[in-house]
T-cell receptor, first 114, second 110 residues
């Protein structure tokens, strides 16, 4: 059981470039989320999905797009990278509304925008 | 004002000490409360969860929720060096969107 897999683990982008952060889970979880973690700010929710074809915005959605065509995959797209998007990005998933599991997090993608 | 406030620490204690970690929040609608542990350069992992008010115990860990004071706590008994990590509180009103504290860094000295 791989859990939540994020790729790439590290990425350096130039300002204005676009890229997609990949997230896949093999646990058949309905709920998936993207967070960014910055020093002193904790984890902040970017976008989330409660099932295939359903997405919604979190606290800090500007500059990011998501789609959920399958239960397994939830990619995060940076449209035009900015230095303010330098952060560690975490993808997480959970069975729908099952408090016993909480969220399972991936190991993160460290993104630097220069 | 942030939804969830958490003292960033660092908190340094000797091995065997009782550790108290706390978060306060402003949204009275929060009803799901979780504690995560995060080791350096790793993703957070779920430690404990509670629904609404009350206490919950799991081994050396106890989670408390006081909704009247909008205050939650995590107690670690007989702390070990392996408990050294950052502890994050998280809470939600509908399980779709969780709001995290900024994390408290704990160092347990042998």
């Amino acid at each position: 059981n791989a859990g939540v897999t994020q790729t790439p683990k590290f990425q350096v982008l130039k300002t204005g470039q676009s890229m997609t952060l990949q997230c896949a889970q093999d646990m058949n979880h309905e709920y998936m989320s993207w967070y960014r973690q910055d020093p002193g700010m904790g984890l902040r929710l970017i976008h989330y999905s409660v099932g295939a074809g359903i997405t919604d915005q979190g606290e800090v959605p500007n500059g990011y797009n998501v789609s959920r065509s399958t239960t397994e995959d939830f990619p995060l797209r940076l449209l035009s990278a900015a230095p303010s998007q330098t952060s560690v990005y975490f993808c997480a998933s959970t069975p729908s509304g099952d408090l016993n599991y909480g969220y399972t997090f991936g190991s993160g993608t460290r993104l630097t925008v220069v | 004002q942030k939804e969830v406030e958490q003292d960033p620490g660092p908190l340094s204690v000797p091995e065997g000490a009782i550790v108290s970690l706390n978060c306060t929040y402003s949204n009275s609608a929060f009803q799901y409360f979780m504690w995560y542990r995060q080791y350096s350069r790793k993703g957070p992992e779920l430690l404990m969860y509670t629904y609404s008010s009350g206490n919950k115990e799991d081994g050396r860990f106890t989670a408390q929720v006081d909704k009247s004071s909008k205050y939650i706590s995590l107690f670690i008994r007989d702390s070990q060096p392996s408990d050294s990590a950052t502890y994050l509180c998280a809470m939600s009103y509908n399980f779709n969107k969780f709001y995290f504290g900024s994390g408290t860094k704990l160092n347990v000295k042998p």
